[in-house]
């Protein structure tokens, strides 16, 4: 009797770039169309679920207390508590663990403090940094989108520039000027990586 194959052990990527920078959009993309076994991590958080956010699929939204609870266990490879708002977002181990154990090619889409936490952690990284070319550019995309205030964009254009310090710790930048090319590009880079995997 024939028993199935163990499925190769997945990867862990992780996808950093500032507010504005076109993150989510290339992600959407990527998932789409890029034929490797991808997977997004569902992170949990504290914040109430938004209209039309399913619980497990966009979050999983869980209680400050559980959260708590969790982060006493050590059960986060990386959370943080976004200030002025009070909620907490954090990347379950369980949830990366369980996709590498099925072959997925785990996607953790995080800000630049907790890439760094998660590389302290793991050797075994692909890391991605997102951004558009110039502040200029990131500036055009912020007023564009005209969610914010000129200090919340000013706030954020800081934040990028303190974000663009650490560019220098991921594997790969990728300049976010066409939403196709930088999908293709991410994609050319991790298909390398499977040829790689393959012939090792």
């Given at each position: 009797m024939w028993s199935d194959p163990v499925p190769q052990p997945g990867k862990v990527i992780v996808f950093s770039g500032p507010s504005g920078s076109?993150?989510?959009?290339?992600?959407?993309e990527l998932l789409r169309r890029c034929q490797l076994p991808l997977q997004l991590s569902v992170s949990c958080t504290t914040r109430p679920p938004r209209r039309g956010e399913v619980d497990g699929q966009d979050y999983h939204f869980v209680t400050k207390e559980e959260f708590e609870r969790r982060k006493a266990e050590g059960a986060f490879l990386e959370c943080k508590e976004v200030f002025g708002r009070g909620d907490w977002y954090g990347t379950l181990r369980t949830t990366v663990q369980d996709g590498l154990?099925?072959?997925?090619?785990?996607?953790?889409?995080?800000?630049v403090e907790g890439a760094m936490s998660v590389m302290e952690q793991r050797d075994d990284l692909l890391t991605f940094f997102i951004h558009p070319g110039s502040e200029q550019e990131l500036r055009s995309r912020l007023e564009g989108r005209s969610t914010d205030s000129p200090d919340a964009v000013e706030r954020r254009l800081e934040v990028a520039r303190q974000e663009l310090l650490a560019l220098s710790r991921y594997k790969y930048e990728i300049i976010n000027r066409n939403v196709d090319e930088a999908v293709d590009q991410i994609c050319g880079i991790l298909e390398q990586h499977a040829i790689g995997a393959e012939h090792a």
């Amino acid at each position: 009797m024939w028993s199935d194959p163990v499925p190769q052990p997945g990867k862990v990527i992780v996808f950093s770039g500032p507010s504005g920078s076109g993150k989510s959009t290339v992600l959407r993309e990527l998932l789409r169309r890029c034929q490797l076994p991808l997977q997004l991590s569902v992170s949990c958080t504290t914040r109430p679920p938004r209209r039309g956010e399913v619980d497990g699929q966009d979050y999983h939204f869980v209680t400050k207390e559980e959260f708590e609870r969790r982060k006493a266990e050590g059960a986060f490879l990386e959370c943080k508590e976004v200030f002025g708002r009070g909620d907490w977002y954090g990347t379950l181990r369980t949830t990366v663990q369980d996709g590498l154990d099925r072959g997925q090619w785990v996607i953790l889409e995080i800000d630049v403090e907790g890439a760094m936490s998660v590389m302290e952690q793991r050797d075994d990284l692909l890391t991605f940094f997102i951004h558009p070319g110039s502040e200029q550019e990131l500036r055009s995309r912020l007023e564009g989108r005209s969610t914010d205030s000129p200090d919340a964009v000013e706030r954020r254009l800081e934040v990028a520039r303190q974000e663009l310090l650490a560019l220098s710790r991921y594997k790969y930048e990728i300049i976010n000027r066409n939403v196709d090319e930088a999908v293709d590009q991410i994609c050319g880079i991790l298909e390398q990586h499977a040829i790689g995997a393959e012939h090792a």
